[in-house]
Each structure stands twice: as structure tokens, then as C-alpha cells.
């Protein structure tokens, strides 16, 4: 078993544990982004396991797995929707975080501290694997979505968000996120480690996926907010693909 694991990506988050559900502390990027994270997320699941999102719990007798889950941000709407959901994080002191916030919440749902490799390597099996930026913070991407490809059954949705890696990606996600708005504390992400969407399609192929989306997630400084785009893919990006 090939572990994909960075010890030190893990550590950063380990530090910011206990801040996953202030909207204001040091994850109000992913609290202003989950809107559109879970508009993509829901629309893509309904449309391809055929559900109705008007309805009472559509994603009722769907499994989801939500690898590098944090503080729970996308489980529990996922366990809102009637799913079953597993969320597994390789930072320890996340799991208490988010069992208790899912307590508070009356929501049951599965979480783990472990990785996606030793989830594979048990066998587990998911209709959905949710693979939100975690794959610019793993040692090995290739052996890291070849094990979220294993985790799928055949026909299962793999969704992937990352950073792309161009000069505008430098200016937001790192100059912007972490030097000017201190959003994150400095050094949170890699550049080097950013994927462009190219780049992610052609590895997600050679794990065993099948790529059939791409949209990028744009922040307005006007409106201070994020919306989806069919075209502008030049910060934050996310893809779905389809086990064969």
C-alpha cells in the first residue's frame, strides 16, 4: 500500500482544528465557498443517480465518502439529504471536532481518522466518493485517486476539487487567502503542489476514472462572493468523474 499521506500538510490542519465552524475564523474561505461547492455537489449527484432534490431525503440509500472531511462541512448537508455518509480525515484531532458538532447537529454519521489507501485496502465501497482540496496537499496524487477510484463501485461519481497552478493562482490563493486577507495562516498551501485541470484530468485517466466535468468556482471582490463558471477555471476548479 502505497500511503499518500503528508505529514506535514496534516499537521496544518491539526493546528486549526478547533476553528472548522466559525464561519469567521480560519476557514471563512471554505464557509464563503461551501454554497457553491454544494450546489455542484448536489446537482451532480442528483443527475447522475437520477434523484429529485425537491423531495424528503433524495440521496436516501446513495453511501457517500467524504475524504479529508475537517470539522464535517460537506457531511452533514450530505447526511441532511438523506445519504449515509463516512468522512475521513488524516488529522487526528478533526474527528472529535466533527463527531461533536454532528451530535449537536442530531445528525448520525460515520467519522474516521484514517486515509483513503486503508480505506481501499479494507475494501470499503462507496456510490460517491467527495475528494474537496485534498489533492494538492498529498504526497503522491496518482496513488491517491487510484485508491479514490477504488473506493467507488463501478458507476460511482467521483467529485474533485483543487487549485489550478498559473500566476493568478499565486496572486489569490497564496498572496490574497494567506498574506493580505490572512484568511489561512501562511504557508497552508504549495504552489508547486497545485494541479491545473489538464493535469488532474490526464491523473484521474490513469487511476481509472472517467472525467466528465470540470467548472470553476470564481470569487466576485465586489459582491464578495463565489459563483460557478463553465469557463473561468483559472483559480479554483472542481470535477466530476465516473468509476467505468
Sequence with gaps: MTLTVDPSEVA????????????????????????????????????????????????????????GCGGGLLCEPMARLGATVVGVDAAPRNIPVAQTHAAQSGLDI??????????????????????????????????????????????????????NRNAKSFAMAIVGAEWVMRWLPKGTHDWQKFITPDELYELMRQAGLTPVDRKGYVFNPVSWRWSISDRDLSVNYVTAALRP
Design 110 to 163: 460515520d467519522y474516521r481518522h484514517g486515509t483513503a489507501e486503508a480505506l481501499a485496502e479494507a475494501g470499503d465501497q462507496f456510490d460517491v466518493v467527495l475528494n474537496m482540496e485534498v489533492v494538492e496537499h498529498v504526497a503522491d496524487p496518482l496513488a491517491y485517486l487510484t485508491a479514490c477510484r477504488q473506493l467507488l463501485r463501478p458507476g460511482g461519481l467521483h467529485l474533485c476539487s483543487t487549485i
Design 12 to 67: 496544518k490542519f491539526e493546528a486549526m482544528a478547533a476553528e472548522w465552524w466559525n464561519p469567521d475564523g480560519k476557514f471563512k474561505p471554505l464557509h464563503m465557498m461551501n454554497p457553491v461547492r454544494l450546489d455542484y455537489i448536489t446537482t451532480q449527484i442528483a443527475g447522475e443517480f437520477d434523484r429529485d432534490l425537491t423531495t424528503e431525503a433524495p440521496f436516501a440509500g446513495l453511501r457517500i465518502l467524504d475524504i
